[in-house]
């Protein structure tokens, strides 16, 4: 089965900086890959995902890269804000099977006003 | 439009009682996922529902959980003789995937439940 692996556990930045997230994930047919944001007592949110067949998709300040051949996909945040603040989650998913998504283990970030 | 729904938003059991979790899904979609996010874990897979199909439950940590999905569209959880270890927060996500096709999994606010 899939197996993803988040990093880092915890990330702080200062307001206005770029946050970097990574994931790797193992099965080299998954080709969908979300990331979620979930604030404190809230369902987790669905921000952006990318498809295995682009490398980059950007939406506003967020942004997400893929590389297949590596196995690796990462969330790039610019000029962050306090309210950027939440656990983010990567996941990756079978494409075809729309089956249950195997989630990374969540990157808890902190932006500094 | 409205997202997916689920009640209730917490649960206070003692050990040992049956619980009944429901989640209400977007109109109109076909698939439907729970999950569990115990303290300080990602989250995990429980069971997952598309349409009149047979239920994937490979997820379900144990015989005490079931669940049941009536009519295509809201789902219930049910844990019987509640442990413990049982105390998480499940969360129901539904798609409007069909076969073959991936698609967005959008997440209701879930439900927190404890078991003293």
């Known amino acids: 089965g899939e197996n993803v692996e988040q990093h880092p556990s915890t990330l702080s930045v200062q307001e206005g900086d770029s946050a970097v997230i990574k994931c790797t994930y193992s099965?080299?047919?998954?080709?969908?890959f979300p990331w979620y944001k979930q604030e404190l007592g809230k369902g987790p949110q669905l921000i952006i995902d990318i498809r295995s067949n682009v490398g980059e998709k950007k939406d506003q300040r967020i942004a997400v890269t893929l590389n297949k051949t590596a196995k690796h996909f990462s969330l790039h945040i610019t000029e962050t804000q306090p309210e950027d603040s939440a656990v983010y989650f990567c996941?990756?998913?079978?494409?075809?099977?729309?089956?249950?998504?195997?989630f990374g283990s969540g990157t808890q970030l902190t932006v500094l006003p | 439009g409205a997202g997916v729904s689920q009640s209730p938003s917490n649960k206070v059991t003692e050990k040992g009682k049956d619980v009944e979790l429901r989640c209400d899904p977007i109109s109109g979609h076909t698939a439907l996922y729970w999950y569990r996010q115990s303290l300080g874990q990602g989250l995990e897979f429980l069971i997952y529902f598309q349409g009149n199909s047979a239920p994937d439950k490979s997820g379900l940590p144990s015989d005490r959980f079931s669940a049941e999905r009536t009519g295509g569209s809201v789902s219930t959880l049910t844990i019987q003789r509640t442990q413990q270890e049982d105390s998480a927060v499940y969360l129901c996500a539904s798609s409007p995937a069909g076969q073959g096709i991936t698609t967005k999994q959008y997440f209701g606010p879930g439900t927190r439940l404890t078991v003293t």
């Open positions: 996941a990756a998913i079978l494409s075809g099977s729309a089956r249950q998504l195997t």
């Open positions: 099965d080299s047919a998954s080709n969908y």
